[in-house]
C-alpha cells in the first residue's frame, strides 16, 4: 500500500511527490501552516489527497491551540481554515473538507471542553482520511466491470493512490478494479505536462503494483488513438460541476475530444465529495494559474527563453456531452447527469451516508 499521508504522534507524515520517481523520501509536518505549504507546493496533490490534508492540517493546527477557552479555540480553527482555504482554488475537496471540519466543530463545541474538543477533530479528520480509502475501493468496484478483457487503457495526470489517502485511487482504482476482477489490463500513461504527473507518478505507481504501462507524450495521444491502441479513457476530477462538466489536469479536454474522434469511451472516476452541485456547469469553475518556471524549466533546469511570455493554467473543463460516465464511490451516473448526478446525491442522502 501507498502510504500518500498518515497521521502519527508527531505530525503528519507525507510522501514528497514533488521528489517522485528519483526519491522516495517522507516528511514530517508538525504545524497546520506547513500542511498548507506542502499543498501549495504539491508536496501532496490530486483532490482526494487534498482534502484528506486539510482536514489533517485543521486537526493538527487545533490540537496545537494555546488557547484556554472553547471560544479562543474558535478564533484560532476558523483562522485555520481560512488560510487552508487559501491553498489551492480548484480543488473542490478542499473546501469540503474544511467545511466539514468547521461543522464538526460547531457540534462539538457545546461540551465546553476544550481538549474533548480537539480529540474530536482529530477523530473527524482520521475519519475522511479512513472514508477516502474506502471510496476508493468503492470507486473500483463500481469502475471495473465498465472495462473489458484485455484492454488497454490511457489516463491524463495521477489519479491513483498518490492523488488520495493511498492505496487504490480513482482513476487507477478503476484499473486496478479490473484487475483485481481477473482482467488483463494495460496502461497508456500521458506524460502530463508541465508538472509531468503521469511520467513520474503514475508511471512509478503502476510499475510498483506490477500493471503494464507505457508512457507516451501528450501530443501522441491522438495518434495512439487513430492507430486502435486505446481501449478506453479514465481520468479522475477536481471539481464536477452539477451538469457534469469535469475539471480535470490541463489536457484532459484535448484527450476527451480525441477520444470522442475516435469513438472510444471517456470515463471520469471520483468519489461523490468531487461533486459541486452549487454549480450549474464548469463556466463556473475557478481555474488555478501557476507558476511560469513549472513551463519555463524542468525542476531547476531552464528551457526556454528569458523573458517569454507563459500561461499557465493547472486545469481545464471537459464538457459532459464528451464524458460517457462519471464513476463515484456511491455508483455510476450516465447522461443526463442534471438527474443522474443529484440521483447519486439523493440515494446517498436517504441511506445515511
Not at 524542468?298 to 523573458?307: N, S, T, V
Amino acid at each position: 500500500m501507498i502510504k500518500t499521508i498518515e497521521w502519527t504522534k508527531d505530525g503528519i507524515r507525507m510522501l514528497d511527490q514533488r521528489l517522485l520517481p528519483g526519491q522516495e523520501t517522507y516528511l514530517m509536518l508538525r504545524s497546520y501552516d506547513e500542511v498548507a505549504e506542502a499543498i501549495k507546493k504539491m508536496v501532496i496533490r490530486g483532490a482526494p489527497a487534498i482534502g484528506v490534508a486539510a482536514a489533517m492540517g485543521i486537526a493538527l493546527g487545533a490540537s496545537q491551540s494555546v488557547g484556554t477557552s472553547v471560544a479562543d479555540l474558535e478564533d484560532d480553527l476558523l483562522y485555520i481554515c481560512d488560510e487552508m482555504g487559501k491553498t489551492r482554488p480548484t480543488a473542490v475537496n478542499l473546501f469540503w473538507a474544511i467545511e466539514r471540519m468547521r461543522a464538526t466543530f460547531q457540534r462539538a463545541k457545546s461540551k465546553n471542553d476544550v481538549e474533548e474538543v480537539k480529540k474530536i477533530l482529530v477523530a473527524e479528520a482520521l475519519a475522511i482520511f479512513e472514508e477516502d480509502l474506502a471510496a476508493n475501493r468503492a470507486i473500483g468496484k463500481h469502475g471495473g466491470p465498465l472495462i473489458p478483457d484485455n484492454a488497454t487503457v490511457l489516463t491524463h495526470c495521477n489519479a491513483g493512490a498518490l492523488a488520495t489517502a493511498g492505496d487504490y485511487g480513482t482513476a487507477l482504482g478503476v484499473i486496478r478494479g479490473a484487475r483485481d476482477a481477473g482482467k488483463k489490463i494495460a496502461v497508456i500513461a500521458d506524460e502530463t505536462r508541465p508538472f509531468l504527473q503521469g511520467l513520474r507518478l503514475t508511471a512509478w505507481e503502476l510499475a510498483k503494483d506490477d500493471i503494464p504501462v507505457t508512457v507516451i507524450t501528450d501530443n501522441m495521444a491522438g495518434h495512439v488513438m487513430k492507430s486502435g491502441k486505446v481501449d478506453a479513457v479514465v481520468v479522475g476530477a477536481d471539481r464536477i460541476a452539477s451538469n457534469g462538466d469535469t475539471a480535470n489536469k490541463i489536457g484532459t479536454y484535448m484527450v476527451a475530444v480525441l477520444a470522442r474522434e475516435h469513438n472510444i469511451p471517456f470515463y471520469v472516476a471520483a468519489p461523490l465529495t468531487t461533486l459541486d452541485m452549487s454549480l450549474q456547469s464548469g463556466e463556473e469553475i475557478p481555474i488555478e494559474e501557476r507558476d511560469e518556471k513549472e513551463v519555463t524549466h524542468i525542476r531547476d533546469y531552464q528551457l526556454a527563453p528569458d523573458g517569454v511570455g507563459v500561461h499557465n493554467p493547472a486545469f481545464d473543463v471537459t464538457p459532459n456531452h464528451l464524458i460517457t460516465a462519471i464513476i463515484t464511490d456511491k455508483g455510476v451516473a450516465r447522461p443526463p447527469y442534471t438527474e443522474s448526478l443529484p440521483k447519486l446525491f439523493a440515494e446517498t442522502n436517504a441511506a445515511g451516508g
